[in-house]
């Protein structure tokens, strides 16, 4: 018990750590999961698309567009009059779409000279700048048509607005059926779970492991008469506990952040979890065989972890990966984590428990022991050849 | 004398396999990493709008006007991609199972006067394939409004309505990288920053109360401001190389264009690395402890490297639009916006301002520790 408790309280060196990296979990790993947090439809919804409107011309027209632009999207202030910080803007996503209306831009309308007449800034060639522009342009042409026949500027202007209020009404039907692509809020966080759980089983473990190779800490304890079996034993225990400790916490911080949404498939969630620990109780064995010094420790896991998150689907959804990166990830553990979370999440309840699952969880444990097996190789050398 | 101490400062560095690896390698695969994840999206932007696959059901026996928008839609235009790509089936039966089995993202039906539009899910697809009805409806509207009120005009109007006017243009900016891009300037940064991690390892070997090294040294005859500025050089050495491999290894190995030469690139990041190398020791003349040694600067690169977007590329940019000051003064930003802007607007006002701040930040740094390392002897420490 005295080795047990010995390694428990070597943990209070990473307390930092610990704290860290759930910090990061729940400020990071929330935002992510809300933002790819989807639900089955059955209405339609527009996509409206944020558009920061610079009027430089504020004649009648101008503020009918703007108007216009007002009802249908949302407009925001472009908090700045110089195009290339507004291009800044609309490349980093702070709003979807600039528009500058110049000055004379009615006068420019009513001669019937209108190419060019508005100028616009978006991030390329995308969806919400196509489908801006064409309503941008649909609403012009209007107005436009309207004045070459006959109508003054605000018959014109009204007929326009009447018209595109009126084609409000017509609306797509959402025929949405499927259980797939539906991204649960736990799917989003025990997906970035996956970084965090691994980066601090490998950290605190190896850390702790490394605690017990402490030459002083080892005669210590050999010398004090505790039978060889019973102080491995008690290593073993400690080690493991600290792994279920953490895996519990970081499963009790998803439940409570996640209280306000429904959570019937908890439990397939835990066992997935409670399966990466052993990945991570594996990897962090093998990288204190590698190395004692603490800061390598930290390098290491680094680099092993974040690289795996990448191309596993943690931070960037697979789906965005080429086909190769997708095939190599196969040999990764992270890579049977998340796919082991997407099948839970895309299977009904009720089927969720299946020989596919039961192969998901059993190829972490092989990959656990594969980790195992060669961090006993490489200690079993280092002592063979006293490294 | 001042380049045997330069020599083996230099020594000391690369003969340090932690610095090393934090310093050469960690950029490298962090760098790898990113390529792995971004490379596609840097390559092809998954904002960037695609043909939208869709089906077409006609219940009426007459061709209709809308198949021919339809049709038109189909085609590229002025090298840009096809709106659509239209797939006609008989029954809506089919078009239904067709979109279930993801041959076609929605589909049109039309019957009658109706033209329905089914689609599986929102988002923007389902946004333009309704925007594509809205828009055949509204020039039917403008047609029959004026040939109400004003039949005399209805030719000219059909011949505008059937004409495309370009009533609205794009800014051109020129050279337009791709906002993933970002991540790699923002590892850079990081990069130059971890430098600061050298110079309080030199400093600490200078410092009596702190290391062995640092007894021997104080008892040697040698100047201390000799060999504190052989040390910066080394340590600003040692980042430069470290950030030009990992520029020439993202751009030549790993294809990724930073859109701008090289040289320019190269010289820039020896910039950073004086930055990160400055701030070092201005941390190492300041901070007595060694534990506060190494947590400090890790904390200090870490933070405003955060700041800068290595984890959310967005966030500089939104720190620009709600305290621009922020930007000024993180030393990673600074260095990040100079990339940035070399890379996307060429060499403009901010371009110089960035390295005019980082340029004064280095000589304020340098002169700061300057006066708090002066006359500090071993007995006064």
Redesign the interface.
Known sequence: MSVFNAILKSLKANITTIIVYLTIFTV?GNMQAKATTSTQ?SA????TVKVAVTDNDNSNLSQALVDYLTETQEVVAP??DD???M???V????YDYAL?IPEGFEEQIKSGD??????????????????L??????Y???V???L????SENEAIS?THD??V??SN?????????EE?HRSYYSGMYTFNGYTLMMLLCVCCACTLTFMKNRDVNNRISVSGMHFFTRNAASIAAVIFIGFAITTVAIIVISLMGLEYENTKFIFYAIDTYTLMFVGLGMAYFICSITV?E??IN?VA??FV??MS??CGV??DTQ???AS?VKAAHFLPLYWYTTAIKFINDTPINNIWSRQFASYLLIEVLFAMVFFAAGLIITKKKEQYAI | MFGRIFVYKFKEIIRNRYMVGWNFLFPIVLATVFYLGFGNMIKDDPDSFHTIEVGYVNTNQAESNFETVLDELTEETDGNEAILSLRKYGSKQEAMDAMNSDEIFGFYMEDGEEIETIVPTNGYNATVMNQIVREYENKKNVIDTIAKDHPENIQSALDMVTENLAIIKEHDFGNNTSPYVQYFFALIAMSSLFSSWISTTILEGICANMTEQGKRFECSPTSKLMAIVAGICAAMIMQAVSNAVVVIYVQKILKISFGAPLVNIIAITTLGSALGVSCGVLMGSLIKNSRLLMVVPLCFTMTCSFFSGLMWHQIRQLIESKAPILNRINPAALLVDCLYTRATYGKTAMYYQDITIMSIMIVVSLFISAILLRRRKYVSL
Not at chain 1, 148 to 151: E, L, R
């Open positions: 990071f439809e339609f919804e527009e996509v908090g700045t195009p290339q910080v291009n800044d803007n490349r980093f996503a702070i500058i209108v190419e060019d007449a508005l100028t616009y800034i978006a991030p390329g060639t995308t969806a919400s700048q196509f489908l522009t064409e309503k941008l342009n649909d012009l042409q209007d436009v048509v309207y070459n026949s006959g109508y007929l018209q595109m009126k084609l017509t609306q797509a039907t959402v025929v949405d059926k499927s692509n010094n800061s390598l390098m680094n680099m974040l690289s990448f191309l931070f960037v965005y990966l080429s990166i």
